[in-house]
């Protein structure tokens, strides 16, 4: 799976796709519009990071590439990428259930925190992607 070499871009199909895992130092790209909102992302091999308006969307350490993230109220699916395995973190509603799946297959539920925050593993090989869905429960 290929990085996202414009650090952050709108896909035609109305997602978006960011990250690149291959940089060394870290990169960042702020006031990219998309949708009415204002997007950041701060990516290098360490982490990657994304934000909308000022608030925290998507982290994964390792730096990671997503491709065709789409986030509505009931759900968030994209496909992830790293050179090794992966976890990341969403923000999603507080105090909540989502099932989790990983190429169509249910991971199990989980519950967010008081912040919202919902983190997952994903053991991948190296450059390896995984099809990821959250759904609230």
């Known amino acids: ?4 070499k414009e650090l952050l871009r709108a896909e035609e199909d109305g997602t ?6 291959t940089l060394a130092s870290k990169t960042k790209l702020d006031n990219f519009e998309f949708e009415g909102d204002i997007y950041k992302v ?7 990071k994304l934000e909308k308006n000022g608030m925290f969307v998507y982290e994964s350490v390792p730096g990671s ?21 992966v ?4 923000e999603l509603e507080p105090d909540s259930e989502y099932e989790v799946f990983i190429d169509g297959t249910s991971a ?8 919202g925050k919902l983190s997952v593993s994903i ?5 390896e992607s995984a099809a990821v869905k959250v759904v609230k429960c």
């Open 1 to 4: 799976m290929a990085t996202v």
């Open 16 to 21: 978006l796709s960011f990250g690149d895992y």
């Open 42 to 48: 701060k990516t290098f091999a360490e982490i990657t």
């Open 65 to 85: 590439a997503v491709e065709n993230f789409k986030e509505t109220d009931s759900e968030v699916e994209f496909e992830v990428s790293a050179p090794e395995d």
């Open 87 to 90: 976890q990341f973190t969403l």
């Open 108 to 115: 199990g539920k989980m519950a967010t925190n008081l912040s």
């Open 123 to 127: 053991e991948l090989n190296p450059d």
